[in-house]
């Protein structure tokens, strides 16, 4: 168990529809990080968050959007759903600002089918 | 940008033989990660590395990170089945940047 939990664990919704995936780092962390991970593929960073703002951006849709609120937990939107965000979301988090110099600590995953 | 390349993708191995997976990167890493994922569940950090050249070892893994700091394996001795899993290499897309870039992994299966 890493400390970072994830809801929910699994999501089944249509397309053009509108998700929320949340996740509450582990005790202390600062930083959240969001990844996609589809099938047989890599991770694909999204986004990082830090202290509540917005640090790093990866390869994120304008459909996507992330927060972090001031207890830290962190949710990640979804809109106009479409066949191939169908994946694993994983979060992830660090204890400062991470990447070069922090080990991530991965939750469990949130699945997400778009049917 | 900057890449980091794994090979193999696959590997499928008998139980007690030796594992390799390669790491490469487009440019220099100011530091290495590896993660392992088991099958379902999520990954896992294994070791960082830091310094050019440096070797690290944990039981039956053994880590390296090249001269010059562009590529990295991981070496497993004598598989178990427990070993089985996708390993990931990621580095920092520029020194002392939050954003890790992470290989597409090496996925290790093992046959009893």
């Known amino acids: 168990d890493s400390g970072v939990t994830q809801t929910p664990k699994h999501l089944i919704t249509a397309t053009g529809q509108r998700v929320t995936l949340r996740c509450s780092p582990r005790?202390?962390?600062?930083?959240v990080y969001w990844y996609q991970q589809s099938l047989d593929q890599g991770l694909q960073f999204l986004i990082q968050?830090?202290?509540?703002?917005?640090?790093a951006k990866g390869n994120i849709l304008e459909r996507f959007s992330a927060q972090q609120f001031p207890d830290l937990h962190s949710e990640l939107n979804l809109s106009s759903l479409e066949l191939g965000d169908s994946a694993l979301y994983f979060c992830?988090?660090?204890?400062?600002?991470?990447?070069?110099?922090?080990?991530?600590?991965f939750g469990p995953g949130t699945r997400l089918t778009v049917l | 940008g900057q890449q980091v390349m794994q090979i193999p993708q696959y590997q499928h191995v008998q139980e007690g033989e030796d594992f390799t997976t390669y790491c490469n990167s487009s440019?220099?890493?100011?530091?290495i990660q590896w993660y392992k994922q088991r099958p379902g569940g999520h990954p896992v950090f294994l070791i960082q590395?830091?310094?050019?050249?440096e070797v690290k070892k944990q039981k039956r893994l053994t880590f390296q990170f090249g001269e010059a700091k562009k590529n990295s394996s991981l070496h497993i001795t004598a598989t178990q089945t427990t070993d089985v899993g996708t390993y990931f290499c990621?580095?920092?897309?520029?020194?002392?940047?939050?954003?890790?870039?992470f290989g597409q992994g090496t996925r290790l299966t093992i046959n009893p």
């Open positions: 992830a988090s660090s204890p400062g600002l991470g990447g070069s110099y922090n080990e991530q600590f």
């Open positions: 005790s202390g962390d600062l930083s």
């Open positions: 968050y830090y202290n509540g703002e917005e640090r």
């Open positions: 440019t220099t890493l100011s530091n």
């Open positions: 590395l830091v310094k050019s050249g």
């Open positions: 990621a580095g920092p897309r520029i020194q002392g940047a939050q954003k890790l870039v």
